[in-house]
């Protein structure tokens, strides 16, 4: 099958590539590289011949509808996004033209091209906004209230899904991605904490932790999550669907566990809380199971484990 992959130079999107490359699809992937990487993708692009193409382009160029419509691809996975939230909240204008015009570039191109289908990575770190104690861990049915530009530009994409379904038969599954971790994630880029904390642990440096440490976040290995892109490219149509584990796990008890790991006792270094930042996040995923035969595998114990392994490897 002729796939898609925007971001797919990316983190998550070069894991889904080499998940869809192993499974037989052909991939073309779409990106600008201001935050993926050509390494990601160097045991593709070693092993996939044909199979693999990459498009050097950003999604807010037009140029993008014409290369969909050129290409035709059956299954469109759209990963590209502005992912920082402080970014969102430094330049909302520029987060809104990358996330909410980038996206109207990819779902038209997606009906030139008579795609079967959109998966979309929406955020269920930030759709939701900050729900009360009691309604964690958050069910799709809550009411959608970013607190973040970030969050409010993927919510936007969301409802722009539901009119291409409705007007043009463009069917879709978005997926509300909980904390994603694993190798590849860049603790210089959008950054995810675990990725951070194993770089500074490694090259004993100084942790910085925001606020008091006690805030939580639902941490999901990148396996599990390309598993759950590929169900949603047959299953859970129209619906939206939260990727995670249903656990919360505080920033303190985050590094206290990767500190014992590595081997090292970590030293310290707390700041003010950053604006737009959730003090808790946890995502029910009964929809997923049901809708899509899904479930998180990886113990966040096993998945820190691989992830500091696979950065000690990149300090040799």
């Known amino acids: 099958m ?23 699809h052909e991939v073309d992937v779409v990106d600008d590289f201001s935050t993926g990487s050509l390494t990601n993708l160097a045991d593709a692009r070693g092993s996939a011949g044909r199979a693999l193409t990459i ?13 969909m419509a050129r290409r035709r691809p059956e299954l ?10 402080r970014v969102s909240v430094a330049r909302p204008a520029f987060d809104a033209e990358v996330n909410i015009i980038g996206s109207l570039h990819v779902l038209e191109g997606a009906r030139q091209a008579e795609s079967d289908r959109v998966i979309f ?18 069910r799709e049915a809550h009411p959608h209230q970013p607190l973040s530009p970030y969050g409010v530009s993927k919510k936007a994409v969301l409802d722009y899904l539901v009119a291409y379904r409705e007007l043009h038969s463009l ?58 892109f590929v169900r949603g490219a047959s299953r859970g149509g129209g619906l939206t669907c939260n990727i995670g584990t249903g656990s919360e796990t505080s920033v303190n008890e985050l ?37 899509l035969g899904w479930r998180p595998w990886t113990q966040l114990a096993d998945g820190t484990r ?10 040799g």
């Open 171 to 228: 069917e879709y599954c978005a997926l509300a991605l909980a904390n994603v971790y694993g190798p590849r994630q860049n603790p210089h880029g959008e950054a995810g904490v675990v990725a951070i904390f194993a770089d500074r642990l490694l090259r004993n440096e100084p942790i910085t932790v925001f606020g008091d440490g006690s805030q939580t976040r639902d941490f999901v290995y990148v396996d599990d999550v390309v598993d759950a």
């Open 306 to 315: 691989a992830v500091l392994e696979s950065v000690r490897h990149q300090h």
């Open 121 to 138: 990575a929406a955020s269920g770190g930030t759709l939701y906004g900050e729900p009360v104690p009691e309604d964690l861990p958050v």
């Open 2 to 24: 002729r796939t898609m992959v925007t971001g797919g130079a990316g983190f998550i999107g070069s894991n889904l590539v080499d998940r869809l490359l192993a499974e037989g």
């Open 76 to 85: 469109v996975f759209h990963l590209a996004a502005q992912a920082d939230v």
């Open 255 to 291: 590094y206290t566990t990767m500190a014992e790991q590595a081997g090292v006792e970590p030293s310290v270094v707390m700041e003010p809380l950053r604006p737009g930042e959730l003090l808790r996040s946890s995502l029910d995923i009964e929809r997923a199971s049901i809708q």
């Open 55 to 67: 498009h050097h382009l950003d999604i807010t160029a037009p140029a993008v509808v014409d290369l």
